[in-house]
């Protein structure tokens, strides 16, 4: 299911953690599975469970529990706004609804030309930088004003 270049990433992932614990590299052997397929399948999630020697509903709790992992297929560039409260405060929802209507989609919808997915993020740990993005669950984006939202839609264009 995965390549050996991806399982070799895995086996240095589990090898952090005692022989008898191989189950605790599930967030990181998630991610690298998600980066090579672009999304996690429910066949993604249990054949990273057995090769880790977990239950696949433990691995599915932890895909679906955490907003960095997608459970369906994401545009080429996944932007996640923070809306939690002080980015909320700061100009979040206004971020939101600005880039809703910027690209014509809402949360959870991606553009028809498959390029640009858009959802709600959790907390991304910058609250002082509010109001934040994060694309690509890589690259952050700090004090999302128009003019700044505007500057990433055409980078990402």
Not at 14 to 23: E, G, H, L, N
Not at 84 to 92: A, H, W
């Amino acid at each position: 299911m995965l390549t050996s270049e991806s399982l070799k990433r895995i086996d240095r992932e589990i090898a952090k953690y005692p022989a008898d614990q191989k189950q605790s590299a599930v967030m990181a052997a998630l991610a690298i599975a998600q980066e090579e397929q672009g999304w996690l399948s429910s066949e993604a999630i249990e054949f990273v469970a057995g090769y880790l020697g977990m239950a696949p509903i433990a691995a599915y709790e932890v895909a679906s529990f955490y907003n960095m992992y997608d459970l369906k297929p994401v545009g080429k560039y996944k932007v996640s706004v923070c809306t939690n409260l002080p980015c909320m405060l700061t100009g979040g929802v206004d971020a939101g609804e600005y880039l809703k209507q910027k690209l014509g989609i809402d949360y959870n919808e991606t553009t028809p030309d498959g390029l640009i997915t858009l959802k709600e993020g959790e907390c991304m740990g910058a609250c002082g930088d509010a109001p934040v993005m994060i694309v690509n669950n890589r690259r952050m984006c700090s004090w999302m004003n128009p003019e700044q939202i505007d500057k990433l839609l055409a980078e990402l264009k």
